[in-house]
């Protein structure tokens, strides 16, 4: 059995005081919730704020990007260590957003992965097609192609202790989500390209569907038997909502 699993990608989103009212909220809402773990990744600057806050509850957080390098001259950059050591314990890599607006290719994201991992985060990494790619028959290819930059780099046993997220391009912050067949197809490919590889840790591996997941679709679309939990932006910003969301996981 899989544990299900709910993030909340707040990207660049809210200040202290908003943040602090927020995770006070999550943690009300989420004593009184459901079996799935819950995650949230706030920016960079509020993660020990959050990490502090969240002590003695069960939500755990997790960055938003990491450096693909250990440490040194970077400017600007954030190490997998140095997140490791305020307390996180997810790190989301691959983002479409940090794919599209800094360039961020499939092979940094896959060293962003072993970063991670080599500072024992958990990666949650992202994948998924954009408009275009699914309209011209390439959103396997296009998965297939980031999912075994990382299995290059990584290998498969790297995903005994991964998360991935499924997040089209094209519903993500549109309002437009996948519907429930189209999401657990290509969750079944990716279970699939990795079973090919070791059926045991495809078995295990939980894939997080993303893109305009809301309280109003989540349930139905967590209900598909290669969905296993969300990676939540925009409606993950409202508690009454998140909390919503991840009981139906
Ligand atoms: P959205 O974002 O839920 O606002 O569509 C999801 C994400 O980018 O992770």
Redesign the pocket.
């Given at each position: 059995m899989r544990r299900p699993l709910v993030a909340g990608?707040w990207?660049m989103h809210g200040s202290r005081a908003e943040i602090a009212t927020l995770l006070d909220e999550l943690m009300q809402v989420d004593s009184a919730k459901t079996t799935a773990e819950t995650v949230v990744c706030p920016p960079f600057v509020y993660l020990q704020d959050a990490i502090r806050r969240l002590k003695e509850s069960t939500i755990a957080v997790g960055a938003q990007s990491v450096c693909a390098e250990p440490i040194g001259a970077f400017t600007g950059e954030v190490s997998a260590a140095m997140l490791k050591d305020i307390g996180c314990r997810y790190v989301i890599v691959g983002?479409?957003?940090r794919r599209a607006l800094y360039h961020e290719d499939d092979h940094l994201v896959a060293r962003k992965f072993v970063a991670a991992q080599s500072q024992k985060l958990t990666p949650i990494l992202?994948v998924g097609e954009t408009l275009e790619e699914r309209e011209s028959g390439r959103t396997e290819g296009v998965v297939a192609r980031q999912l075994d930059a990382v299995l290059t780099v990584a290998s498969v046993a790297a995903f005994a202790d991964a998360v991935i997220?499924y997040?089209p391009v094209w519903?993500?912050?549109?309002g437009k989500n996948a519907t429930p067949e189209q999401a657990q197809a290509v969750h079944a490919f990716i279970r699939g390209r990795i079973s090919a590889r070791d059926d045991k840790i495809a078995g295990g591996l939980r894939i997080l569907y993303?893109?305009?997941?809301k309280a109003s679709n989540a349930a139905e679309i967590f209900r598909m038997p290669d969905v296993d939990g969300g990676?939540?932006?925009?409606?993950?910003l409202k508690s009454e909502e998140f909390g919503r969301i991840c009981a139906s996981a």
């Open positions: 990608n990207k983002h479409s957003e992202c997220a997040e519903a993500i912050g549109t993303g893109g305009s997941c990676l939540v932006g925009g409606a993950s």
